[in-house]
């Protein structure tokens, strides 16, 4: 855990993103050290204030501490900077102090997610339905707290016996894997031009990795970023969460598959390659880790 709390410290320092940030904040939770998580949320507000994981992040620990109220307070702050952050709309549903509140923020969900299961199903339970919209996102009112929630729904629920918010069942499938997890990148790499590739979720968290030699958090962080801001900015014009992208630079290229933008299939090539391939390559290695 400490060697990889200080690679990750090192590639902070040198090569900065919000991802980047966010998974330093929750290893080092996860390690106790939360002086240091709630250092490394605060340093990505400052040089990353639109990215809401890092508040999300610091309000789970305020919960788990007692100071609720703090909490809401950076939940709200979440929305506002980032009002399709899914982390941050459910964990202000939960938090919320009357079903009306917490069905606004649900519904807010199902307006750029529609049919997203745990959603659906707590607004359900709610007594709620799904706002008709036309893929405009209203900034939900803030949270407000008086009592503790009874249910938390993953994948952002709070657990009380640990620091760490609970995977989703399809990024937990695949940890628990027993078949070591970079086999199925196999195919993918030795398909002509390709360098290597990695899986990652949606906070850059490596899943597996192939012939990237220490580059795969890199790799992880940029698809992680891209996608985010992708997504905000072709959902808000109305054209639909993207599937995949390229980039192309004079020494490589990027290209990046991703599964209902929660697992991403990652590869570093040569400027020639071409993505159809790669992309079947890419499906066959997400059904291989069980994330199809």
């Known amino acids: 855990m400490e060697s990889e709390l200080e690679r990750l410290r090192k590639k902070v ?3 900065p993103s919000a991802s980047l940030y966010t ?5 080092s939770r996860q390690s106790g050290d939360l002086v240091g998580a709630e250092a490394a949320c605060r340093r990505c507000m400052r040089e990353f204030p639109r990215s809401a994981q890092s508040y999300v992040i610091l309000a789970e620990m305020k919960i788990a501490t007692g ?4 909490a809401v307070q950076l939940i709200a702050t979440a929305i506002e900077k980032e009002p399709r952050s899914y982390q941050a709309l459910r964990l202000a549903a939960d938090l919320a102090d009357s079903p009306t509140k917490a069905i606004k923020h649900l519904q807010a969900i199902l307006v750029f997610k529609p049919g997203d299961g745990p959603a659906s199903a707590r607004l359900q339970e709610l007594g709620g339905s799904p706002a008709a919209g036309s893929g405009r996102v209203a900034k939900p009112s803030a949270p407000v707290v008086s009592a503790p929630s009874p249910v938390l729904t993953p994948p952002v629920a709070v657990r009380r016996d640990s620091p760490l918010p609970m995977p989703s069942p399809v990024t937990a499938a695949i940890r628990s894997a027993t078949a070591p997890r970079a086999a199925a990148l196999d195919a993918l790499c030795q398909e002509a031009g390709v360098r ?5 979720d949606a906070q850059g968290r490596i899943i597996a990795s192939k012939q990237l030699s220490g580059r795969d958090d890199i790799l992880a962080a940029l698809g992680a970023e891209t996608l985010r801001v992708a997504a905000t900015s072709l959902l808000a014009a109305g054209a639909g969460a993207p599937n995949s992208f390229s980039l192309l630079a004079a020494a490589g290229q990027v290209l990046a598959f991703t599964r209902d933008h929660r697992i991403t299939v990652l590869v570093l090539a ?11 390559r890419a499906r066959q290695a997400l059904i291989d880790l069980g994330a199809v």
């Open 270 to 280: 040569d400027p020639g390659v071409r993505p159809a391939m790669l992309e079947l």
């Open 196 to 200: 290597g590739a990695c899986v990652a």
């Open 13 to 15: 320092e040198n090569f």
């Open 23 to 27: 998974r330093l904040a929750e290893l």
């Open 67 to 70: 100071a609720k109220s703090e």
